[in-house]
């Protein structure tokens, strides 16, 4: 047996559990989930075929064409607001933090993950409500109440200030590794401040903007629990959607092929951002 047999297998030896694992908890069963897809519900019964009439009521029931536009409009929403207030503080914690405190501003930065996510939405429920904490102060300086609550507002507000922690780590680990010559090149050929932002550091640090903002596209898209709790169920979205054909319909077939959809998007979503990922090369 050749060195370069002995290590093919043994590589393929140690990807072995990762293989088995994936193929028998998400192979599988994503395969299945297809197949029911296709299925008919005759009598509250699922009857097993090959019909995309599933697929064509998502695309022509307005309520579920709303639903799927209403998750993309809220997560683009999320995502472009948590890197507008990411990348800002990532810099500031990378570069105007003294280093022996940046792991302390981490930490802080990391707090509300210590705590359930289902906790820190109905906290802002709490604070945004028609009796919130917001509207209180508001009608102390002689403001009206604001309707907040069970709205798109609420359910953004909730995502950014979960998302904005997560964007904010991936950005500064590659802030943190870029070196200040770069800035310094720059500024000695004559760039001022924006062009060393815009021609240098913005550029070096693209991909984990990118990979952030993809994180919260694919977490924000396929969450249940904020829309629920913070947007009070008046503006449906697709998990929503999916968890209504599970609990009350019981119509398997169509949850399933809403969930494919829900993953379709998400894997355009991850094509449009592969260049940027660097994983289009693997």
């Known amino acids: 047996m050749t060195l370069q047999t002995r290590d093919r297998r043994l590589g393929w030896g140690l990807v072995a559990p990762a293989l088995v694992w994936t193929a028998l908890f998400f192979v599988l069963p994503f395969l299945g989930m297809v197949a029911l897809s296709f299925a008919r519900m005759e009598e509250r019964a699922v009857v097993p075929a090959f019909d995309p009439g599933n697929y064509t009521r998502i695309l022509t029931d307005p309520v579920m064409l709303q639903a799927l536009l209403n998750s993309l409009q809220i997560t683009l929403i999320v995502t472009v607001i948590s890197v507008l207030l990411a990348y800002p503080l990532a810099a500031i914690i990378a570069f105007r933090i003294p280093r022996q405190w940046q792991r302390l501003a981490l930490l802080l930065a990391v707090l509300p993950f210590w705590t359930s996510y289902v906790v820190r939405s109905y906290s802002w429920l709490l604070v945004l409500g028609q009796n919130g904490v917001l509207n209180k102060t508001l009608g102390l300086v002689g403001l009206g109440p604001l309707e907040i609550a069970a709205s798109r507002a609420a359910t953004v507000t909730g995502f950014v200030h979960f998302f904005v922690m997560l964007l904010t780590l991936t950005i500064y680990a590659n802030l943190i590794q870029l070196s200040p010559n ?16 815009a021609h240098v550091i913005l550029p070096l640090t693209l991909p984990g903007v990118v990979t952030g903002a993809f994180l919260t596209f694919v977490l924000g898209i396929g969450d249940y629990i904020t829309p629920q709790i913070l947007g009070g169920g008046n503006e449906l979205t697709l998990p929503q959607l999916i968890m209504l054909q599970l609990g009350r319909s019981g119509n398997f077939p169509l949850a399933s092929a809403l969930s494919v959809v829900l993953m379709a998007v998400v894997t355009l979503a991850y094509f449009a951002c592969a260049k940027w990922l660097r994983l289009d090369r693997v």
């Open 182 to 197: 770069y800035a310094r090149a720059a500024a000695d050929l004559g760039a001022n401040r924006w062009q060393v932002f």
